[in-house]
């Protein structure tokens, strides 16, 4: 099993930034893909970015051009920039981990856009 701490959320202007972290511990086996999700008030969780050991990256439609996901193999860390929020990006943000027979989450960070 993967232990996933996240940091970096919070409350920021439409408009601001904010970069996520997201370090993973505890696994034996490589961490084959790590992501970010999200989950708003009365919605279902949803994929925000996602990045392959290899570096090949995968974005929603809503967050391309204005988040970037980024990962440090040898901290087992990924990251997510994001930039030009706004209100419709407020949620909860999980990390996700997954190796070839595990499927992780962290606790969630919330991340609040005010207009």
């Known amino acids: 099993q993967v232990q996933l701490v996240e940091s970096g959320g919070g409350l920021v202007q439409a408009g601001g930034s904010l970069r996520l972290s997201c370090a993973a511990t505890?696994?034996?086996?490589?961490?084959?893909?790590m992501g970010w999700y999200r989950q708003a008030p009365g919605k279902k969780r949803e994929l925000v970015a996602a990045?392959?050991?290899?570096?090949?990256?995968n974005y929603a439609d809503s967050v391309k051009g204005r988040f970037t996901i980024s990962r440090d193999n040898g901290k087992n860390t990924v990251y997510l920039q994001m930039n030009r929020l706004n209100p419709d990006d407020t949620a909860v943000y999980y990390c996700?981990?997954?190796?070839?027979?595990?499927?992780?989450w962290g606790q969630g960070t919330q991340v609040a856009v005010s207009s």
């Open positions: 996700n981990a997954k190796t070839i027979d595990t499927n992780d």
């Open positions: 505890g696994s034996g086996f490589s961490i084959a893909l």
């Open positions: 990045i392959t050991r290899g570096g090949t990256t």
